[in-house]
C-alpha cells in the first residue's frame, strides 16, 4: 500500500469507524457515555495496528497512533475555535504548495547556495529561474554574490511570497513573481533550479524537455528526475547530504 494522504485519510477514518461502531452501540446499551479518552486511545492503536500491517513509513505510523489522542487533548483544553480558523489559514498562506502539489516549504542551506554559486560562476552571467523560490533563499544571495546574473523566484504561497518580496527588495537584478511553476515558462533561462519534492518530478521533467533551451541547465536538488540519468551530480557537504543533480538540455 503506497502511502500518498488519501490513503493515509482512509486508514484513519477507517479505525475511526470501526471504534465507534463498537464502542457506541456498547456505551449505547449501558445507557453510559462515552469515554473520549480511552475512545480515543482505542482508535489510535486501531490505527496504528492498520498503518503497520499496511506498511507505512514509521513517521506515518506515530502520527496515526498520535492524531485522536492529541485530538481529544487539544479539545480538553477549551481553545477558542477561532484561534484554530486562525492557524488553519496562516499554514494555508505558507504551505500552500503541500496541500495543492505535495511540495511544502524549507529552504535551501548555505552550502548549497554556495554550490549553485560556483556553477553560475563556471558559466559566466545567466539567467537563473528558483522554480518555487520561497524566501528567496537562493535567489537573494546569489543576486548579491553574482551581480552581471538575472534572479527569477517564482512562488504562489501567499506569505511565503510577500516576505520573499520584501526581502528582494533593492536588488535590481531579482525579479519576483507570485506565479504557479507550472505556469512558468522556462524557454528564457540559462539555469532553472528545482527544490520541490519526489511528487512532481516527472511532469517537471516533462515540461523541462518541452520548454528549455539546448545548451541550458536544469538542475534539482535532492530530488532526480526517476529513470534520468544525470549528466553531474555536486555533492554539497552538507547534512542532511542535499545532492545537486544537474541535467543538460
Ligand atoms: C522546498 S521549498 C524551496 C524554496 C526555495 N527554492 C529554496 O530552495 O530555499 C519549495 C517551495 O515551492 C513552493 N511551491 C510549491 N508548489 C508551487 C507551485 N505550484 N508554484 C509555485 N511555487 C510552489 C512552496 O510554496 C515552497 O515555498
Redesign the pocket.
Given at each position: 500500500m503506497s502511502s500518498t494522504p488519501k490513503r493515509q485519510f482512509a486508514l484513519q477514518g477507517a479505525a475511526v469507524i470501526l471504534v465507534l461502531s463498537i464502542a457506541w452501540p456498547y456505551y449505547g446499551w449501558q445507557a453510559t457515555a462515552l469515554p473520549w479518552l480511552e475512545t480515543s486511545l482505542a482508535i489510535g492503536g486501531v490505527a496504528l495496528f492498520f498503518a503497520t500491517i499496511s506498511r507505512q513509513p514509521w513517521w506515518w505510523r506515530v502520527i496515526h497512533a498520535g492524531f485522536m489522542p492529541l485530538v481529544w487533548f487539544t479539545h480538553s483544553l477549551a481553545i477558542d475555535p477561532n484561534w484554530f480558523l486562525f492557524g488553519a489559514i496562516l499554514l494555508l498562506l505558507v504551505f500552500?504548495?503541500a496541500l495543492?502539489?505535495q511540495?511544502?516549504?524549507?529552504?535551501?542551506n548555505k552550502q548549497t547556495v554556495g554550490a549553485l554559486a560556483d556553477l553560475l560562476t563556471e558559466r559566466g552571467p545567466s539567467r537563473f529561474l528558483?522554480l518555487?523560490?520561497?524566501?528567496g533563499?537562493?535567489t537573494v544571495p546569489l543576486a548579491d554574490a553574482l551581480p552581471d546574473s538575472q534572479f527569477t523566484g517564482?512562488?504562489?504561497?501567499p506569505l511565503?511570497w510577500l516576505a520573499g518580496r520584501l526581502l528582494s527588495l533593492g536588488r535590481p537584478n531579482i525579479h519576483w513573481q507570485w506565479?504557479?511553476?507550472?505556469q512558468t515558462g522556462l524557454a528564457d533561462y540559462d539555469v532553472v533550479y528545482a527544490?520541490?519534492s519526489p511528487a512532481p518530478m516527472p511532469r517537471l521533467w516533462e515540461k523541462v524537455k518541452a520548454e528549455m533551451r539546448p545548451g541550458s541547465l536544469f538542475v534539482s536538488?535532492s530530488f532526480p528526475v526517476p529513470g534520468m540519468t544525470p549528466d553531474r551530480i555536486i555533492d554539497v557537504a552538507c547534512t542532511p547530504p542535499r545532492p545537486l543533480y544537474c541535467y543538460q538540455l
Amino acid at each position: 500500500m503506497s502511502s500518498t494522504p488519501k490513503r493515509q485519510f482512509a486508514l484513519q477514518g477507517a479505525a475511526v469507524i470501526l471504534v465507534l461502531s463498537i464502542a457506541w452501540p456498547y456505551y449505547g446499551w449501558q445507557a453510559t457515555a462515552l469515554p473520549w479518552l480511552e475512545t480515543s486511545l482505542a482508535i489510535g492503536g486501531v490505527a496504528l495496528f492498520f498503518a503497520t500491517i499496511s506498511r507505512q513509513p514509521w513517521w506515518w505510523r506515530v502520527i496515526h497512533a498520535g492524531f485522536m489522542p492529541l485530538v481529544w487533548f487539544t479539545h480538553s483544553l477549551a481553545i477558542d475555535p477561532n484561534w484554530f480558523l486562525f492557524g488553519a489559514i496562516l499554514l494555508l498562506l505558507v504551505f500552500r504548495g503541500a496541500l495543492s502539489g505535495q511540495v511544502p516549504l524549507y529552504l535551501s542551506n548555505k552550502q548549497t547556495v554556495g554550490a549553485l554559486a560556483d556553477l553560475l560562476t563556471e558559466r559566466g552571467p545567466s539567467r537563473f529561474l528558483d522554480l518555487g523560490a520561497g524566501l528567496g533563499s537562493t535567489t537573494v544571495p546569489l543576486a548579491d554574490a553574482l551581480p552581471d546574473s538575472q534572479f527569477t523566484g517564482v512562488e504562489n504561497a501567499p506569505l511565503t511570497w510577500l516576505a520573499g518580496r520584501l526581502l528582494s527588495l533593492g536588488r535590481p537584478n531579482i525579479h519576483w513573481q507570485w506565479l504557479d511553476l507550472w505556469q512558468t515558462g522556462l524557454a528564457d533561462y540559462d539555469v532553472v533550479y528545482a527544490f520541490l519534492s519526489p511528487a512532481p518530478m516527472p511532469r517537471l521533467w516533462e515540461k523541462v524537455k518541452a520548454e528549455m533551451r539546448p545548451g541550458s541547465l536544469f538542475v534539482s536538488n535532492s530530488f532526480p528526475v526517476p529513470g534520468m540519468t544525470p549528466d553531474r551530480i555536486i555533492d554539497v557537504a552538507c547534512t542532511p547530504p542535499r545532492p545537486l543533480y544537474c541535467y543538460q538540455l
